[in-house]
């Protein structure tokens, strides 16, 4: 079992950055492919980025390649998503899962969920 609490976001100019944390508990996290989605308003949750259990494979939705970067320390049972150059479509709720590998969770997302943290970018 994997509980995931995400933090970070909040209300940014475009242009700017924030970084989304997802912190998880449980003995089994550095198992886990990670990933990130995101919802906005009316509109069906999707693919934001995914990274294996290791790092050694990262995976990005072809809208924010070039200014996300998702990263984990398996030490501090957290993963991390760096957002730089926002843009006002960028706002959504942020979800954080957790998954057995990189390439599900990038495809249909993981076994576990967060509750998500609002990302909103005024432009």
Do not use: H
Not at 10 to 39: N, P
Not at 72 to 85: A, C, E, I, P, W
């Amino acid at each position: 079992q994997v509980q995931l609490v995400e933090s970070g976001g909040g209300l940014v100019q475009a242009g700017g950055s924030l970084r989304l944390s997802c912190a998880a508990s449980g003995r089994t996290f550095s198992t886990y492919a990670m990933g990130w989605f995101r919802q906005a308003p009316g509109k069906e949750r999707k693919f934001v980025a995914a990274i294996g259990w290791d790092s050694g494979t990262t995976y990005y939705a072809d809208s924010v390649k070039g200014r996300f970067a998702i990263s984990r320390d398996n030490t501090k049972k957290t993963v991390y998503l760096q957002m730089n150059s926002l843009k006002p479509e960028d706002t959504a709720v942020y979800y954080c899962t957790a998954g057995l590998s990189s390439t599900l969770v990038a495809a249909r997302g993981g076994d576990y969920w967060g509750q998500g943290t609002q990302v909103t970018v005024s432009s």
